[in-house]
């Protein structure tokens, strides 16, 4: 691979890295699986870099591969201790003052979010990125109306869980 | 969904904290191998595929002898040619299957391609199973039918074998066929759901969540 390829998908994907970040942080539960992720990802990336043509941003075909990555190729590793560490885990509010309650709402959203199943997840996961459901569907490979349907369904399940 | 609009204005409004990952490291990161399952599907695969080729090749010196002598050359050549054309069209298969995983492909997309990949290795598995054991019955029917001359061709080189009268012998030959037949058979089915449900597990049942979206 030629230096130039090199320099230019590792700049990029240092820009961006925020977003394979946020998915490591709602597919994994510690920071060891985070890691791990984070580099199954990059590789993935990386691999499927040549074929990147640049007609859509950089940042909107990572979404993509990152998930794909996350939900279908990305295998956990058994020995590892399944800890749902939603302290460590949970949605950072910046030094700002806001009101315990609406922080604990976020806290209770967040971990919501976190224990829906995989796919699920990234239907989610688009939403709160605002994606529209064009851009959803066109990722997870289901129809528009389907993909609005399932969000309305899920939104429908996170309110039962935290309003049981 | 008021919580779920708050949460999604905060991820709006300001950038989840994380270490970053400086240049160098994500530099060293791509040049490490993956460990994705996709990778451990084509070993398996492979492994698997080859298993069924060599065992296939290895028969014993002493049933070669055996089959020449009783007549089932000529019909088992027939059989091996067919084996041989049906081996190549599986790995042909296996290979467009195996070209068409696409991690850029949608999400859905992919996980189709990856257990389409893994079916099609299934179906050889089973074809073999299936192949190994018609052959057996034939091979046994055919024995069964020249049953005098068998008996006269096996303990003319084996003593242990020529102790017993023929009543005995075809019993007890049959029915050794058969529980090892079986054992083999059960065997190779339990490893085979074994492997398959340690990889695909997850996969399947992704799948299957977004198959339901589309009802």
Redesign the interface.
């Known amino acids: 691979m030629n230096k130039e390829l ?1 320099h230019s ?3 990029q ?2 820009e961006n ?2 977003i394979v ?2 998915i490591c ?1 709602l597919y994994t539960n510690d920071s060891d699986a985070h890691n791990d992720l ?3 990802i ?3 990336l ?3 870099f040549p ?1 990147f043509r640049g007609d859509s941003k950089f940042s909107t ?1 990572m979404y ?2 990152a ?3 996350a ?6 590793s058994k020995r590892r201790v399944k800890t749902q560490d939603f302290e460590g885990v949970s ?4 030094a700002e003052a806001y009101d315990d309650t ?1 922080e604990e ?2 806290k ?3 971990s919501a ?1 976190k224990g829906l ?4 997840k ?1 239907l ?1 996961f688009l ?4 994606k529209n459901y064009r851009e959803i569907s ?6 528009e109306v ?2 609005r ?2 969000m309305n369904r899920i ?1 429908g399940k ?2 039962k869980i ?1 309003n049981p | ?1 008021d ?2 609009e ?3 204005a ?3 409004e ?5 270490p ?4 160098k490291d ?2 060293k ?2 040049l ?7 990778k ?1 599907i084509f070993v398996i695969s492979i492994a698997e595929i080859l298993f069924w080729i060599v065992l296939g090749l290895l028969t014993p010196e002493t049933n070669k002898a055996l089959i020449q002598n009783i007549g089932l050359q000529s019909i088992l050549n027939v059989i091996y040619i067919f084996h041989y054309v049906i081996i190549a069209v599986f790995l042909v298969l296996f290979y467009l299957n195996w070209k068409n995983i ?10 189709r391609n ?1 257990l389409k990949t893994r079916k099609t290795v299934k179906y050889f598995v089973i074809y073999n199973v299936a192949g190994t054991a018609l052959v057996l019955i034939f091979v046994n029917l055919y024995f069964y039918a020249n049953k005098e001359e068998l008996y006269s061709l096996i303990s003319k080189g084996n003593e242990g074998y020529a102790a017993l009268p023929p009543e005995n012998f075809f019993p007890v030959l049959f029915v050794s066929f058969l529980v090892v037949g079986i054992v083999l058979i059960a065997f190779i089915l339990v490893l085979y759901r074994i492997i398959y449900g340690i990889l695909l597990k ?2 399947k ?2 799948y299957t ?2 198959e339901k ?2 009802e």
């Open positions: 090199e998908f590792v700049t994907l240092e890295q925020n970040h946020k942080r984070f580099q199954e990059t590789i993935q990386w691999r499927a074929k075909w993509r591969v998930l794909n990555t939900i279908t190729l990305y295998r956990k949605f950072k509010i910046s609406v709402q976020l209770l959203m967040y979010v199943n995989d796919v699920d990234a989610v939403y709160l990125e605002d066109e990722t997870l490979g289901i129809s389907n993909a349907v399932k939104k996170l309110r935290l | 969904m919580e779920l708050l949460l999604k905060k991820w709006q300001r950038e989840q904290e994380f970053a990952v400086s240049y994500i530099y990161m791509i490490k191998k993956s460990s994705s399952i996709v451990w696409q991690v850029t492909d949608t999400v859905k997309t992919l996980m990856i997850r996969l049942y992704n969540e977004l979206m589309e």
